[in-house]
């Protein structure tokens, strides 16, 4: 399964992010699966592909040619798609993923799994928008998707697609992955 896993390319100021990624990327590759990504070697971009390489797994990183350019590259992974704009980023990413996750990251993350989360709800696609809720990271967003349903702008069966995980395990059991 491909797995694209959008993140801060920043660490964040507490240790429970960079041990988010860890826990995330030994799952990715101790499951068979295959991480694409944006590519980056920084923050918890590089953290994350670091855990999966290491469990011999396989990465993917889809990185447009600017950042490459200005040296952000993850150049051990094993291969890099380069693209021209952070849409088509997006869009090759979303087309090559079988599930989304979104780990905490800034304000790109948010844009990442913003579009998978919209696609979803335009029915264009079934597969899982997750959300790594750890340490209630994403509390304020998922409050703001149910005042969304609860004044009809998002709804329900939209809202109900889109998973809020507390833990690894609820991850693997929205993939289908009972490992």
């Not at 890099?80 to 990413?93: D, F, H, N, Q």
């Not at 149910?146 to 690894?168: N, P, V």
Request: net charge negative; hydrophobic share 40%.
């Amino acid at each position: 399964m491909n797995i694209t896993v959008y993140l801060g390319a920043r660490e964040g100021n507490e240790p429970v992010f960079r041990e988010t990624a860890l826990e995330v990327g030994r799952w990715i590759a101790q499951a068979g699966h295959r991480l694409i990504y944006g590519g980056s070697r920084i923050g918890l971009m590089g953290v994350l592909a670091d855990a999966v390489m290491e469990g011999g797994g396989e990465v993917i990183g889809v990185e447009p040619q600017f950042f490459i350019d200005d040296g952000f590259l993850h150049e051990e992974i094993t291969k890099t798609i380069p693209t021209e704009t952070m849409a088509e980023r997006r869009l090759l990413m979303m087309d090559m993923g079988d599930a989304y996750i979104a780990l905490p990251g800034g304000i790109g993350t948010l844009d990442e799994i913003s579009e998978a989360i919209v696609m979803a709800s335009l029915g264009k696609h079934k597969k899982p928008c997750i959300l790594y809720n750890k340490n209630g990271y994403y509390n304020l967003l998922r409050d703001l998707f149910d005042q969304m349903t609860q004044y009809e702008f998002m709804a329900k069966e939209a809202r109900d697609r889109i998973i809020f995980a507390d833990t690894l395990e609820d991850i693997q059991r929205a993939v289908g992955d009972s490992r």
